[in-house]
């Protein structure tokens, strides 16, 4: 049972860190969002810049104003020690800061997860989540508001890297294509645990950029958790349904 409450916590943080990006849900029609020019990378950017870059490349204005967003598909799931795969499929909605998400891995986990904004709820107990703005793009949309940080860490080969700090702490560390900004892999520290993500393919949708294929890795004592995410279907700025975010009583 705790191994798989750990699957759980593992895949369901991951996953919302790698295609979270909204900005909080704001009332009426967004306004249309320009498309910046690329920043060019060099050997003296900056690290606001490496972050400007990145979050351009992933849409810009564009992932900042998707009012929502479904994605569907298939993970596999790697226990420690064990090159056999456990299936599965995911689904994950969100819309500003709510979020519904669905894992079914079985016998490994079934799981399913709501924020409604204020209020959250997990089918397994003692899976808790932290509010999707704190890691990965969730923190990089973000990165010029006050109270964040962004500081230099060692690039990785032909990566660059910089360091997100949100106001309460929670860290994610960023590695960016030096040619086109495309964020190729992050790092999250939650709870004492580092977790991986390594971006292998991308696609463009209605000018976000999207991860389709990508896995993570994270660190246990009895081992690594490894998982490899297909996405199958993505959606934006759908009329959800009245109870997509209702928490169940």
Known sequence: MKRNIVFAAFVSLVLISSVYGQESAKNGSPASP?????????????????ARAALIAQGGDKLKSVQNMILRGSVQL???????????????????????MEIDARPAVVFKSIFDGQHSYSSMPNVELPPLTKFGLGALVRYNQPGFKVSAIADK?????????????????FYIDASNGRVMS?????????FGTDH????EIEGVLVPFNFTQRFEMPQGAFFAEYTVKEVKLNQTLAEDAFVIPH
């Not at 790697?78 to 709510?98: E, H, L, M, R």
């Open 186 to 194: 992050f790092l999250m520290y939650y709870n004492g645990y580092t």
């Open 34 to 50: 320009s498309s910046p020019a690329p920043v060019t990378i060099t050997a003296t950017s900056t690290p606001d810049e490496l």
């Open 157 to 173: 080969k032909k990566q660059r890297g910089f360091r997100i700090v949100d106001p309460e702490g929670y860290t994610t560390d």
């Open 200 to 203: 292998t393919k991308f696609k």
């Open 78 to 100: 790697y226990p420690p020690n064990s090159i056999q795969s456990i299936p599965g499929s995911f689904s994950i909605v969100t819309a500003g800061d709510k979020l519904r």
